[in-house]
């Protein structure tokens, strides 16, 4: 599900796992619900954040089905939920991205999103592969006016 943050970005949201019923508690029904745990690759998320501390301003947050990397409030790069990483580049370089890499177009709710770029654990396997993408992500993020 997808909420728009109101600067153009598209957050997600995990969806509640089923409400269960507890039959255990003094024989009466007892129902309670809980948020999914955000699941992403933990030694991915490390191998991000010493790739990122250098940077200023540099924030996680648990978004997107996985762990975020912001710089400046601006999403740039996530260990993804779905497994490798989800990139935040320029959209105008999207195409010619995705045409010289093995990166795939992100889609959300259905909808292909410009400037949202997943690459595939397979493709990441090395410091340069995964500094590529973090840099063109911190990059892209940088270069974004700040909130007001």
């Known amino acids: 599900m997808g909420l728009d943050s109101g ?3 598209i957050l997600l949201a995990r969806p509640a796992e089923p409400v269960h019923t507890d039959h255990s508690l003094s024989g009466s029904a007892h129902c309670a619900s809980t948020i999914a745990p955000v699941t992403y690759d933990e030694e991915l998320a490390e191998r991000l954040r010493d790739l990122l501390d250098h940077e200023p301003q540099l924030q996680e947050k ?3 089905g996985g762990l975020a ?3 400046g409030g601006k999403m740039a790069i ?3 939920g779905q497994g490798g990483v989800l990139v935040r580049v320029d959209p105008a370089q999207s195409d010619k991205l995705l045409e010289t890499s093995q990166a795939e177009l992100a889609v959300m709710r ?5 400037g949202w770029i997943r690459v595939a654990p397979e493709h990441l396997r090395t410091k340069a592969q995964l500094g590529k993408w973090a840099n063109l992500g911190t990059g892209y993020a940088r270069s974004l006016p700040p909130k007001s």
């Open 7 to 9: 600067d153009g970005s």
């Open 78 to 80: 996530a260990a993804s």
């Open 69 to 71: 990397f912001l710089i």
């Open 62 to 64: 648990k978004m997107f």
């Open 110 to 114: 259905g909808r292909p999103m410009e």
